[in-house]
């Protein structure tokens, strides 16, 4: 049996700005992100009949594998072509709709498995490119950072152009002696809805935003000030990010105590708020992950 494992990734600034279409129009976008101490899991066995099982929220058992419902184990049984086998999906936290890039997460951990299964030897960066195109198939609006967010480890900066990504690796003070936190919204949403009303214009100044922060790593007051003023950016960008709902949640985290610093994850609409705090508040607490995508033979 094969275990693997990936995070679930953080954007801090410069989501929308890893689109394709943001990247054609400005000929590079970039973001400032990392992988979560939150992980999806996958695990993969060959089977001894005819049959593929994928086990998620269903049960799917099928002959062919065309016939597959589940997308993300569709397209990777189909490019590996592999022989019949069993596949489990999960997740430390209800990833479907989080903002987190849970379906990414999912991809580069299935990706390495198959790597592994197979006996193939690949970088990160070679298996989180190759999960990256195979998620384009099934999603066109599949952002640059999510992947290589994901299964990449550490605090970085992520420069993309069209054909090659650059990494700045980033030793941050205020999010190592801050506390981070995910803050459910417990609403869910399709991030495909949101994308596809996102202004690449209005996007532009994402990129000032995320050398801002850059710059700032290791200034407490004026990170958490760069931080807001990203996410107050991220807003103007498409009117559907905010819901009212939202707004009450944002309303009662500005209200708590400690809180420095909060965005929505992802491309909004719903999913988890975020937040830097300098004291215990009610959440998810988090860390950054430093070691990425991993995979182990049981």
Not at 214 to 224: G, K, R, S
Not at 232 to 252: C, D, G, N, P, Y
């Amino acid at each position: 049996m094969i275990i693997s494992k990936c995070p679930l990734r953080i954007s801090l600034a410069g989501g929308s700005t890893d689109l394709q279409e943001f990247i054609d129009e400005y000929g590079y976008g970039q973001v400032i992100s990392f992988p979560s101490t939150l992980y999806t899991y996958i695990t993969l066995n060959q089977r001894h009949d005819q049959f593929y099982r994928i086990n998620y929220t269903k049960t799917e058992t099928v002959k062919d594998p065309n016939k597959i419902k589940n997308d993300i184990a569709r397209e990777a049984i189909k490019h590996f072509n592999l022989p019949p086998v069993t596949i489990t999906f999960n997740s430390d936290i209800p990833a479907t709709g989080s903002g987190l890039a849970s379906s990414s997460s999912y991809m580069v951990a299935l990706v390495e498995a198959c790597h592994r299964f197979l006996g193939l030897r690949r970088s990160q960066l070679q298996v989180c490119n190759l999960a990256h195109e195979l998620e384009l198939k099934i999603n066109p609006l599949t952002g640059h950072q999510d992947a290589v967010g994901c299964g990449i480890g550490d605090l970085k900066k992520i420069r993309f152009h069209s054909y090659k990504k650059e990494f700045t690796y980033i030793d941050s003070y205020v999010l190592r002696y801050n506390r981070l936190y995910l803050v459910p919204t417990n609403v869910s949403r399709q991030s495909t809805d949101i994308l596809k009303t996102i202004d690449i214009h209005k996007s532009y100044e994402l990129l000032q935003s995320v050398d801002k922060l850059v710059a700032t790593a290791n200034d407490d007051e004026l990170f958490h000030k760069w931080m807001n003023e990203a996410w107050e950016r991220k807003k103007q960008t498409s009117e559907h990010i905010m819901t009212e709902e939202l707004i009450q949640v944002e309303k009662q985290l500005l209200e708590t105590p400690y809180v420095k610093s909060m965005k929505l994850c992802g491309a909004g609409g719903g999913g988890y708020f975020f937040v830097i705090a300098d004291g215990y508040i009610d959440g998810i607490e988090i860390d950054i992950d430093t070691v990425g995508v991993q995979s182990w033979d049981v």
